[in-house]
């Protein structure tokens, strides 16, 4: 059973920068969509970050310009580059991938941004 690791979440400052990664333990094939996800506190999962087959992106309002997704296609891996993070970005960020026949999630990984 293929599952998703995620890995690069921990405490980081305003302004600061962080990496997230999310590898797929096995082969996937036929991937359409990569995204990123966050649930912070009280608060409903929201859309992140998403890169399609097609290498289109798209971006929730309040991180463009400071959040990068991008995609490893040999390594079944999504990666999340946070820049100039905000405390307001704190929050559990789970990845998840979608192809045929399936569809998976990370087991989340926390990020706290905070002086």
């Known amino acids: 059973q293929v599952q998703l690791v995620e890995s690069g979440g921990g405490l980081v400052q305003p302004g600061g920068s962080l990496r997230l990664s999310c590898a797929a333990s096995g082969s996937i094939f036929s991937i359409y969509f990569m995204g990123w996800y966050r649930q912070a506190p009280g608060k409903q999962r929201e859309l992140v970050a998403a890169i399609t087959s097609g290498s289109s992106t798209n971006y929730a309002d309040s991180v463009k310009g400071r959040f990068t997704i991008s995609r490893d296609n040999a390594k079944n891996t999504v990666y999340l580059q946070m820049n100039s993070p905000k405390p307001e970005d704190t929050a559990v960020y789970y990845c998840?991938?979608?192809?045929?026949?399936?569809?998976?999630w990370g087991q989340g990984t926390l990020v706290t941004v905070s002086s």
């Open positions: 998840n991938i979608k192809a045929y026949a399936f569809d998976a």
